[in-house]
């Protein structure tokens, strides 16, 4: 059993959207292991090589913040972006919540 965060209703262990409120549930929220992000590491691997000069990996995992910083000085002219690049690749890359982005 467990209970929406928005508006604190039962829900089913399966449920993925609350049907008292509408809300999604969160899918981390009934994770075996809360330090994994639900995030596709894939996609955040792509986007970094594609547009990491524009930050979008950063806006994807919800850091939306340093995101606007890497645009801003241009992925610290290059080597904040390869730094990120080579944290995704090793697995350690985190979302906004903390939790790490594994390739799963
Ligand atoms: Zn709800």
Redesign the pocket.
């Known amino acids: 059993m467990k209970f929406?965060?928005?508006?604190?209703?039962e829900?089913h262990d399966e449920a993925v959207i609350?049907?008292?409120?509408?809300?999604a549930?969160s899918p981390a929220s009934n994770a075996l292991d809360n330090s994994i992000s639900d995030k596709n590491w894939v996609t955040t691997f792509l986007l970094c090589f594609f547009l990491g000069i524009l930050g979008v990996h950063r806006f994807y995992v919800g850091r939306v913040g340093s995101g606007i910083a890497m645009i801003l000085t241009m992925g610290g002219l290059g080597i904040w972006l390869f730094v990120d690049f080579i944290v995704i690749i090793c697995g350690n890359f985190k979302d906004k919540y903390g939790k790490v982005i594994k390739n799963k």
Request: one cysteine or more.
């Open positions: 929406c965060t928005k508006c604190g209703a829900l609350c049907p008292k409120c509408g809300c549930v």
